[in-house]
């Protein structure tokens, strides 16, 4: 299938309710011109994987402020290795130590933007990795 | 006062000495506005506040309409409870946190629970994984809740929980560890969040739909009217509404509506305003734009004093007042620089001091890169204690008052609150305006615009988008065992294997029953804690009558 639009899933996974940073990030993606889905909050990596699988998209953005990214991403990534789904890019933000991102992105994440990162470099970042036909 | 006079002495002022100035050197901006995109003028004189009649906008501390402040000596009598939310890992480790607190001059607690805790899971639950012990305490059973407050005497503290859907539950291991310390329920002072409309909002712990949260909600007012009178038993909240974006006036709007909701359901199951309206509290956000926080504060009051007197004809002057914790803005908080956060903290502790908070958390310089370690913490109580004992502004009663500026902006705040709320009841009220996803809606749009606004350079944020410098990382962030979940785990099978489970099955079957029929669920939610009934196990029950919440959100 051809896609002309870069497709996003921005998810929440786990418990946490904090959701403003992914509904600005949502929005600002859709502003730039990609098609976005937002999960909605608690979801289990298993539902995640099945929305970006439903949805066919290019990109996933995972959420996370309470602390429980290093249990929470890690499964993702495996749960997309195994179903060889690698060629679609994951970036995260949230509330994430540096010590943390540096292993986050030795496991597959492709980027991590924490507080204070400008939408337009988020923008910029997935236009820059992402090549859609 | 000769208005006339001052209009001309405007007149001329504007004409003459400004006029000379702004020809010569223009203004910084266009327009000016506050934190939340309200204009603001560039001077304010008596001619803004000639319609104002102060006894009955304003008038005195104590009084109605309460503008400046719910009590006649404020902090001349006392200083507000200085309270710190803490809590994380398990019921030992948040149990030395709280002794060091107190030993360090905190006057109550502040309980933090984690995300299973607060949605209802036992720590071995499959949604549990990686979030036991993170954003706050775990608690499973009454025997976690013996251990958090050991060598706590709880008829000397006052303990507020943030907890919302299981509200209920918390509170009776609460009292029912007090029983146990031989402390009446009675006598125990505190709060429990228990407020789950912004939950809906804003905050995202929900468990059960709106129906029956509001009915477990109404069960613990009429529970806590007889049986704890000292207690507050709700703290309806616009922090969560303002971090997720809003603007003060949608913070106040959105908080007062709930409110209303709130009262309404409790009169229409038939309770006297005047019984429970007393122990209704609130919690707002101390943001950064000092004088339209403390605008804010005084027009909340004022609001509310309105609203119960005479939308709900309330008499006695208590459930008239509101009364409020404040946090400072966690969302101001940057993780760029992270000891600019100090200031920030700072100017918004004294927002909250101005306009009259009767407690107070203020916020740690690193939580923007995680959970706060001790030597933040102990900064962010000294910042309390440094405006309590030697700034001054605690000396006289609402300092700002007569503030032309002040005044005007707490009418203003006023004025444009009042329009929401009316917009809310066209909708059907809160809950209805929440169904529809008018309110959530409206704070995406302000959270959306805050954020180009920042990206555009309309708002500087220092570190941020301007003085941006190289700097070290920061170091001793908190890190929180990873074996705690384990521990957790092990300790909640002790808890199973050591209880009577006929006992326990017995209790739960009863509630079951109590939750599908009008009865108060809270003395049979008591009887279940009493025989180490689990969290979890409590919840499903109840999920099983109730069903659970699912959000539909757009953007």
Redesign the interface.
């Known amino acids: 299938m051809k896609k002309s639009r870069i497709r996003v899933l921005v998810a929440k996974p786990g418990l946490d309710g904090h959701d403003r940073g992914a509904k600005v990030i949502a929005r600002a993606l859709r502003d730039a011109g990609m098609e976005v889905i937002y999960t909605g909050l608690r979801q289990t990596p298993e539902q995640i994987i099945e929305a970006a699988i439903q949805e066919d998209v290019n990109v996933i953005g995972l959420s996370i402020l309470s602390g429980a990214h290093m249990y929470i991403f890690p499964k993702i990534i495996k749960m997309l290795e195994e179903r060889k789904m690698t060629d679609i890019m994951v970036i995260a933000g949230g509330i994430i130590p540096i010590e943390d991102i540096s292993e986050l992105k030795k496991m597959g994440i492709k980027e991590i933007f924490t507080p204070g990162t400008d939408t337009k470099k988020i923008v910029k970042f997935i236009k820059t990795n992402v090549a859609v036909a | 006062m000769d208005y006339k006079e001052i209009k001309k002495a405007r007149e001329q002022w504007s004409d003459k000495t400004l006029k000379k100035v702004l020809d010569r050197f223009p203004e910084r901006k266009e327009q000016f506005v506050t934190g939340s995109n309200k204009e603001v003028k560039r001077l304010y004189d008596p001619l803004d506040l000639e319609d104002l009649d102060y006894l009955k906008e304003i008038g005195y501390p104590g009084d109605y309409p309460y503008t400046r402040g719910v009590q006649p000596t404020m902090y001349r009598g006392r200083f507000w409870t200085m309270r710190q939310y803490a809590g994380f890992g398990d019921a030992e480790e948040s149990n030395k946190r709280y002794k060091y607190l107190l030993k360090n001059g905190q006057t109550g607690l502040s309980i933090a629970f984690d995300?299973?805790t607060?949605?209802g899971?036992d720590s071995d639950h499959s949604?549990?994984?990686?979030?036991v012990g993170?954003?706050g305490v775990a608690i499973d059973s009454l025997k976690d809740m013996e251990i958090l407050f050991e060598g706590i005497p709880l008829e000397k503290v006052s303990t507020s929980m943030t907890i919302n859907a299981p509200a209920a539950v918390l509170l009776a291991m609460y009292i029912a560890v007090a029983e146990k310390q031989g402390v009446s329920a009675a006598k125990l002072n505190g709060t429990i969040q228990n407020d789950i409309l912004k939950?809906y909002i804003a905050?995202?712990?929900y468990i059960f739909p709106p129906l029956p949260s509001m009915r477990l909600i109404t069960d613990i007012f009429a529970y806590c009217s007889k049986e704890l009178p000292r207690w507050n038993t709700i703290s309806i909240s616009g922090y969560h509404i303002r971090?997720?974006?809003s603007t003060a006036i949608q913070e106040i709007a959105f908080t007062l509506a709930n409110g209303i909701a709130y009262v309404d359901a409790a009169v229409k199951k038939g309770l006297d305003v005047d019984k429970f309206a007393p122990r209704l509290s609130f919690f707002f956000n101390a943001h950064n734009d000092l004088f339209e926080e403390v605008a804010k504060f005084r027009a909340a009051r004022k609001l509310w004093a309105k609203i119960m007197r005479d939308r709900f004809g309330a008499k006695n002057p208590k459930s008239i007042m509101l009364r409020f914790h404040t946090q400072t803005a966690g969302?101001t908080?940057?993780?760029?620089q992270p000891d600019n956060n100090i200031i920030r903290v700072t100017l918004q502790a004294l927002a909250a001091v101005l306009g009259g908070t009767q407690s107070l958390h203020t916020n740690s310089r690193d939580?923007?890169?995680?959970?706060p370690s001790q030597k933040a913490v102990r900064i962010a109580l000294r910042t309390q204690q440094v405006i309590a004992h030697e700034s001054g502004v605690t000396e006289t009663v609402d300092p700002l008052a007569g503030s032309y500026y002040i005044e005007k902006m707490t009418k203003e705040i006023e004025d444009a609150v009042m329009d929401y709320i009316n917009q809310i009841e066209k909708l059907g009220g809160a809950p209805k305006a929440i169904e529809k996803g008018f309110i959530q809606r409206e704070i995406?749009n302000s959270?959306?615009q805050y954020?180009k606004d920042v990206?555009d350079k309309k708002r500087i944020?220092v570190g941020?988008?301007q003085f941006e410098s190289e700097e070290e990382?920061m170091k001793d962030?908190l890190k929180?065992n990873p074996e705690i979940e384990k521990q957790q785990i092990k300790k909640l099978e002790e808890v199973k294997n050591n209880r009577d489970e006929s006992k326990v099955k017995e209790s739960l079957h009863l509630l079951k029953q109590a939750a599908s029929s009008d009865k108060n669920v809270m003395p049979f939610i008591m009887d279940c804690v009493k025989g180490y009934a689990t969290l979890g196990e409590i919840c499903d029950q109840l999920r099983e009558i109730f069903g659970e919440y699912k959000?539909?959100?757009k953007?």
């Open positions: 995300l299973p607060q949605i899971y949604m549990s994984h990686g979030e993170k954003v939950e905050r995202g712990t971090e997720a974006g969302c908080l940057t993780a760029q939580e923007a890169l995680s959970l995406q959270a959306y954020q990206e944020i941020v988008n990382t962030l929180v959000d539909s959100i953007i």
